[in-house]
């Protein structure tokens, strides 16, 4: 079946360090792809997109490139801050399907000043 | 402000109450969407409403009934609710249901079933 699975968190780093959320997917067809950002107390707010193969999202320093020989979409960034302190989720949508996102668990970062 | 407003922010309810949520959003979206979050666990759909029109109910129990008067209002109606509905209720909407649309959501509804 179709799924998002993304590395377990929390994820704890220090601040300028470097970030590396894994994500991978199952998915028939040429999906959609997206990472969505939840800050403390707050909805979820897209992060960034891409939607064929070698498209590069990018948004707010974060970057994801859709890997199809790898079914991939890691989400990187070069130094975080403080601020980046979030649960970041994965998610795919089938072109078959107008409106089914299939969602990750989610991933909690936090960054330590 | 995220342009999807939802309310109450946080809800606690016994198991015999009726309690409604709501969601507004006046960013000219078509398409709008209840889903629940739970700890450790993938968002899960409930519904999809496009023009006031529902076209998707994921299996979810009838003790969870939504409304859509028109294309800017979301409620999602609760009667005889158990402990384990206890989760966020996000609201989300989009231009249209279709792909490649990002959704813009809510700060959601913490619901707490005692």
């Known amino acids: 079946g179709n799924s998002v699975t993304q590395m377990e968190g929390p994820v704890t780093l220090s601040e300028e360090a470097f970030l590396t959320i894994n994500c991978t997917y199952t998915?028939?067809?040429?999906?959609?792809l997206f990472w969505y950002v939840q800050y403390p107390g707050e909805g979820l707010q897209l992060l960034l997109k891409?939607?064929?193969a070698d498209d590069k999202g990018s948004n707010k320093g974060f970057e994801a490139t859709y890997r199809k020989e790898t079914t991939s979409f890691h989400l990187e960034k070069g130094s975080v801050q403080v601020s980046d302190s979030a649960v970041y989720f994965c998610?795919?949508?089938?072109?078959?399907?107008?409106?089914?996102?299939?969602w990750g668990a989610g991933t909690k970062l936090i960054i330590k000043p | 402000e995220t342009g999807v407003t939802q309310t109450p922010r946080h809800l606690v309810m016994g198991m015999t109450n009726k309690k409604s949520l709501k969601c507004e959003q006046h960013?000219?979206?078509?398409?709008m969407y209840w889903y629940k979050q739970s700890a450790k666990k993938p968002l899960e759909l409930m519904f999809v409403?496009?023009?006031?029109?529902?076209?998707e109910n994921n299996s979810v129990p009838s003790r969870f009934s939504p409304e859509c008067p028109n294309s800017s209002h979301l409620f999602l109606h609760l009667h005889t609710l158990q402990p384990e509905d206890s989760a966020l209720y996000l609201c989300?909407?989009?231009?249209?249901?279709?792909?490649?649309?990002?959704?813009?959501f809510g700060s959601g509804t913490r619901l707490t079933v005692v």
């Open positions: 891409a939607t064929k």
């Open positions: 409403y496009s023009l006031e029109e529902r076209v």
């Open positions: 998915a028939t067809g040429y999906p959609s």
């Open positions: 989300a909407s989009s231009q249209e249901v279709g792909i490649n649309y990002g959704y813009t």
């Open positions: 960013l000219g979206h078509n398409a």
């Open positions: 998610a795919l949508l089938l072109r078959d399907s107008n409106y089914q996102l299939i």
